[in-house]
């Protein structure tokens, strides 16, 4: 399948590990095979939640092919670094274990759109026009603000460009706008996923967007919020997802949110351990009673967060 016409929810993996900081190929199976049993029509991994800068390049690609060749959907690898010639390796190696394609993010030392634009124009001249790429437009963590004239841009310049992870925040009118210019003829049509946690996917489904590309701790709500909001069931879309704001706005606090998601998917016996490769931390005591006071709220309304204790 074309990643420019994918659908439902690409999952963000993490990538689990042991407090001593080594790589938990167990959990990753396991993980692997839990996304696809929720429902996840792809996963990527080595994204910001991936941890990817803490991961050496044998490692990256070690932790790529594993899910490639366990998963059964469409892979797609993040490939973002400080120059082209990693990124090149990544990504070939990454499409030779048989990824879908790549995801690249922008350096924030961009600024003007033909920065952005002759960027991009680059990466998918170093990486190799066969190789299908996904816009990171992320501009709270990259600093970098892609109009939807320049996202156009981009498309229009390069065939090989499939798909956008859209996280701008506010974000509704862009995707809107994007959608605008593929009816009005002036750029063809590619896949648009959201994150930032799925934080907004109710409105975003119905702004045009195709699904989540996100890691929030119940990928399977994700889903079927995707589902039920592609049927027209919209009050029911919009029930469960309601339910799940409260961790979801938890889970997307700065700084902590790995941690978060990390606690939840180890609670859900999806991952081991919570550990994060250091630099970083787990919750606190505090903090995990929070999360713990969550899901006992939330499995009031949603049986999968009735998790033992």
């Keep these: ?101 790549v995801m690249i993010a922008p350096p924030n030392t961009l600024r003007t759109d033909d920065q952005i634009v002759g960027y991009y124009r680059q990466a ?7 190789v299908p790429f996904v816009i990171q437009d992320y501009p709270l963590t990259f600093s970098v603000v892609m109009t939807p004239a320049v996202i156009r841009r981009i498309v229009q310049d390069n065939p090989s460009c499939a798909m956008l992870k859209h996280e701008d925040w506010p974000g509704l009118a862009k995707i809107s706008a994007l959608r605008g210019f593929e009816r009005d003829g002036g750029m063809r049509h590619i896949a648009i996923l959201t994150g930032n946690g799925g934080l907004f996917l109710d409105f975003e489904m119905e702004r045009g967007a195709d699904g989540a ?10 889903a079927e919020v995707v589902r ?9 879309a919009h029930d469960l997802f309601d339910a799940h704001l409260p961790l979801i706005r938890y889970e997307q606090q700065p700084g902590v949110g790995l941690a978060v998601r ?34 006992r709220r939330l499995a009031r309304v949603d049986p999968r967060a009735r998790l033992a204790q």
Excluded: N, W
């Design 1 to 101: 399948m074309s990643l420019a016409t994918a659908r439902g929810v690409y999952v963000i993996a993490p990538t689990p590990f042991f407090d001593d900081g080594r790589i938990d190929e167990v959990s990753i199976d396991r993980m692997t095979d839990f996304f696809v049993a929720a429902g996840a029509t792809g996963i990527t991994v080595l994204g910001q939640m991936g941890e990817a800068p803490k991961l050496d390049a044998a490692e990256a690609l070690a932790v790529a092919t594993r899910v490639i060749r366990r998963a059964g959907v469409p892979v797609v690898v993040g490939v973002t670094a400080p120059g082209f010639a990693a990124m090149r390796a990544l990504a070939r190696e990454a499409m030779a274990a048989g990824a879908a394609g």
């Design 124 to 130: 998918a001249e170093a990486i190799g026009a066969d």
């Design 213 to 222: 590309m996100t890691g929030y701790c119940f990928p399977d709500m994700l």
């Design 228 to 236: 039920l909001a592609a049927a027209g069931s919209r009050d029911a």
């Design 262 to 295: 990390k606690y939840v998917l180890m609670r859900r016996g999806i991952i081991g351990c919570d550990a994060q490769r250091r630099p970083g931390a787990k919750l606190d005591a505090a903090a995990r009673a929070e999360v713990d006071y969550l899901l």
